[in-house]
């Protein structure tokens, strides 16, 4: 039906245009990002933010999913591709596969296994506000080239990192 796929792009063009309102598409001169490390795939996606579920359907009609880190190395791994791709840019939120498993307990939605990179929080966080904060991301500041974990509302808008995995 017509208006029914008038709507998918009314809400495509909204999640472009509050993408654009604060654009890292120019600071960083790209609209995508990719990286290739071991076995794994990252894919950056600069153009527009989107809510913790649209980012996650997102990497997911890519065959891939949010952003995870079983270890430190990984963890690290995201940071030095965001420090090589977003020289210019300032805080840049993106959203990662982590949520709240109940009150302060975060996990990785995508493997079910809890979030081990503990000292990687931002300050006084986690603390999922009222409840509120159920959804995880990381903010990179590229002056001091530090990448930390937040929790925070699932509606948030968000750029977005998918990672899939090379056989
Ligand atoms: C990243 O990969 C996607 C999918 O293959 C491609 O469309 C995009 O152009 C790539 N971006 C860059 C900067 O190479």
Redesign the pocket.
């Known amino acids: 039906m017509r208006t029914v796929a008038n709507m998918k792009y009314f809400w495509l063009i909204l999640v472009i245009a509050v993408g654009a309102a604060d654009s890292i598409v120019e600071k960083a001169n790209?609209?995508?990002?990719?990286l290739t490390k071991g076995t794994k795939h990252y894919?950056m996606e600069l153009l527009f933010k989107a809510t913790f579920f649209q980012a996650s359907m997102y990497c997911s009609r890519l065959g891939m999913e949010l952003v995870s880190f079983n270890n430190l190395q990984e963890f690290d791994e995201l940071k030095d591709f965001l420090v090589k791709t977003l020289p210019n840019a300032r805080w840049s939120q993106f959203w990662t596969s982590g949520v709240a498993m109940g009150p302060l307990q975060f996990g990785w939605i995508n493997t079910g296994l809890p979030i081990t990179v503990t000292h990687k929080w931002e300050y006084l966080q986690p603390n999922n506000f009222f409840g509120l904060e159920n959804c995880v991301e990381v903010k990179f500041h590229e002056s001091i080239n530090v990448m930390l974990m937040n929790d925070i509302t699932c509606l948030a808008l968000n750029y977005i990192v998918c990672q899939g995995y090379t056989l």
Do not use: D, K, P, Q
């Open positions: 790209l609209e995508t990002a990719n894919r």
